[in-house]
């Protein structure tokens, strides 16, 4: 018995020794884009690359038409003189849209994430609002701090957050 467990324990430290190596936690896999807009970026853009830092892309519904959007880290230009675009890609009923939010030299530390919110939407044929369900972008770090977009009137906006209330100020006590 006690034999059978050593050749069973020797046995299993060979697998788990030749097994491929879980990826770290920090570094998740993805899946990797449709063809389509693959495509459609090495049309527009030749050589560009995803960001090496995930998450390189997020995927939502910024325009609310049920399709998945894209928003994305993209790496393009000479090597010594990277930059890196954060990019929008919708699909609506044109095809594709496109719209670079922000552009600057590559940095490692800006993050994407959906923002889920519920607001309120007049419904002019009632006259009653209905809460409906928006994704927004948000992007973190940088040297511009947070920030958030949303889709609105046909283009990306940056929401624009009053900032903390100040609890030393009792001017409004």
Do not use: C
């Not at 770290?24 to 884009?33: G, T």
């Not at 929008?88 to 095809?95: D, R, T």
């Not at 940095?107 to 994430?113: E, R």
């Not at 919110?117 to 369900?133: L, W, Y």
Request: no cysteine.
């Amino acid at each position: 018995m006690r034999r059978a467990f050593q050749l069973m324990w020797i046995f299993s430290s060979v697998v788990f020794l030749g097994a491929e190596p879980l990826p770290p936690a920090s570094k998740p896999m993805m899946a990797p884009l449709p063809p389509e807009i693959k495509e459609m970026l090495d049309a527009a853009y030749p050589g560009w690359r995803l960001a090496y830092h995930p998450p390189s892309y997020v995927t939502a519904d910024f325009d609310q038409d049920g399709k998945k959007d894209y928003a994305l880290q993209m790496i393009r230009g000479p090597m010594g003189s990277e930059e890196q675009d954060l990019v929008v890609i919708l699909h609506n009923a044109s095809g594709l849209y496109l719209q670079i939010l922000e552009s600057r030299g590559e940095d490692p530390n800006i993050f994407l994430n959906v923002k889920k919110i519920v607001e309120s939407q007049p419904n002019p044929a009632t006259g009653i609002d209905k809460m409906v369900s928006r994704d927004l972008l948000r992007i973190s770090g940088g040297p511009e701090g947070d920030r958030t977009y949303r889709w609105e009137l046909g283009e990306f906006k940056e929401v624009i957050e009053p900032p903390p209330a100040d609890p030393s100020d009792t001017s409004k006590q």
